[in-house]
């Protein structure tokens, strides 16, 4: 499907025309510009113009895609020129970085409300967040417990808080209503990684449309030659004649007649697909009918009106459905790397050491190790390796000698003498031998004596003394 097939649904009032003008100067996913915008717009209207229930309108959104493929970078600064001339300046002056623990967002909001108290136009803490390395953030979010909850809180409008102390004193900060937007940019291969199921479950990611982009097609570079392809987007006066419009005073959406009926049966149709989704699919999608009424509300304060349409609520509802289609694919990618291997602490600890060339400081593998264990767990399992040893590294400086851990190259033990195997007896039977007839043996040949014949007359002996 084409881009704009694909971006034609939920392409609406003044934000459509103005993605859909920029197209052919940019190689950005349209709809990931939509979102963008989205995310920009909102922000900047956070505080300014609320729901029918006086919730905020702010849209916080994602985009996943691949490095260079998924033009995510793109994307956003397609928006930003969009934008220029209605909050340009605005974002230059309220936008923050990855924030990754809850203190340090309620401080965060906390000074924007404090900077503006001089301001003409009062309390004022609008901040957007736009995080272009969203997986880094999250990975150090996974330290602070209290990061996901402020989080939260603060999509929701409600009232914020943290407790430090200055002077030896415990001091609360309060931020009573927290006028937060975000975007952020992650890689479909790292969000099986970084983004935890159990969060999810929590409600830490169905505040947050995450959007799978690609890229829509490759600018001739002899086009461009002496100028940067997003120079030639116009900038959008409806958004800036709009946003004017929104700043001059509070406004409250309404639903028209027909439009509440039809946001009626789009609540009733998502509640309907929770109940067959899987959970780690559902978990992402459960605010998805109030996802519909803030897009519809940004959409429709586009066009400097109050009442929402059905037309906004069918662009608004194309827009989430895309998103809970990119969660499923997303989800889908993830299920193949589900499982890790949870690595012992020995093998851990060699592979950081052959990492940083076969000897560290024991500080230096305790940051390693990411504070997971305390010093006497690692020294423990070196003590069982037979590979690693731990020396105290002498130092002319004055202070503790460091401990050193080395790896260190292990003689095999010699393999013991193997006894001679012994002979099988042979299952054969020994071949007897034929029986020999017994030797005869010959007689010698009888030697015939000449016999002396005695003569007749012989006289006979003669007795003595006869």
């Known amino acids: 499907m084409d881009e704009k097939a694909r971006y034609e649904p939920m ?30 717009f909102s922000a900047a209207l956070n505080g300014k113009v609320m729901q029918p229930d006086g919730r905020p309108v702010v849209v916080w959104t994602a985009l996943a895609g691949r490095s260079m493929v998924g033009r995510k970078g793109f994307a956003l600064a397609t928006a930003e020129k969009l934008l220029w001339d209605s909050i340009g ?12 623990s809850g203190p340090s967002l309620v401080q965060t909001l906390y000074e924007r409300e404090q900077e503006s108290l001089t301001s003409e136009g009062g309390l004022d803490g609008r901040c957007v967040i736009i995080d272009e390395e969203w997986q880094s953030t999250l990975l150090m979010v996974k330290r602070c417990p209290k990061y996901s909850g402020v989080l939260r809180t603060s999509w929701d409008g409600k009232r914020i808080s943290n407790v430090t102390k200055k002077d030896g004193k415990k001091v609360e900060i309060t931020v009573q209503e927290p006028a ?8 479909p291969a790292l969000w099986a990684k970084f983004i935890s199921l159990t969060e999810a479950q929590g409600g830490s990611y169905n505040r947050i449309l995450p959007v799978m982009v690609e890229r829509s097609k490759r600018l001739r570079r002899r086009d461009y030659r002496t100028s940067n392809p997003l120079d030639a987007i116009k900038v959008s006066g409806s958004l800036k004649t709009a946003y004017e419009w ?16 039809r946001f009626d049966e789009i609540s009733a149709e998502y509640e309907d697909a929770l109940e067959e989704l ?32 059905v037309k906004a609520l069918e662009a608004a509802k194309a827009f989430v459905d895309f998103s809970i289609a990119s969660v499923k694919q997303l989800i889908s990618q993830s299920n193949v790397t589900k499982s890790r291997t949870i690595l012992p602490l020995d093998v851990k600890i060699r592979q950081k050491l052959e990492m940083y060339g076969g000897e560290m400081t024991q500080t230096q593998l305790y940051k390693a190790l990411s504070g997971r264990y305390s010093s006497a767990q690692i020294l423990s399992a070196v003590e069982d390796m037979a590979d690693v040893e731990v020396i105290q590294e002498r130092q002319r400086r004055p202070g503790a000698n460091p401990s ?27 071949a007897v031998p034929a029986a020999r007839k017994p030797a005869t043996r010959k007689a010698p040949p009888r030697k015939t004596a000449a016999k002396k014949a005695a003569p007749s007359n012989a006289a006979q002996p003669v007795a003595a003394g006869k």
């Open 278 to 309: 899987p959970e780690d699919v559902a978990c992402f999608i459960e605010r998805s009918a109030e996802q519909v009424m803030r897009v519809a509300c940004v959409l429709t304060a586009a066009e400097r009106k109050l009442v929402v349409t």
């Open 404 to 430: 050193v851990y080395r790896l260190v190259p292990v003689m095999p033990e010699p393999e013991p003498v193997k006894p001679a195997p012994k002979r099988r007896a042979s299952t054969r039977k020994a």
């Open 180 to 187: 937060l937007g975000f975007h952020a940019h992650i890689q």
């Open 89 to 100: 300046e605005w974002l230059m002056l309220r936008r923050e970085g990855g924030i990754s």
């Open 246 to 261: 929104a700043s001059k005073e509070r406004r409250r959406m309404v639903l028209g007649e027909t439009a509440a009926d």
């Open 11 to 40: 392409s609406y009032g003044p934000v459509g025309a103005a993605v859909k003008n920029a197209m052919p100067h940019t190689e950005a996913d349209p709809i990931g510009v939509h979102a963008a915008v989205l995310a920009l």
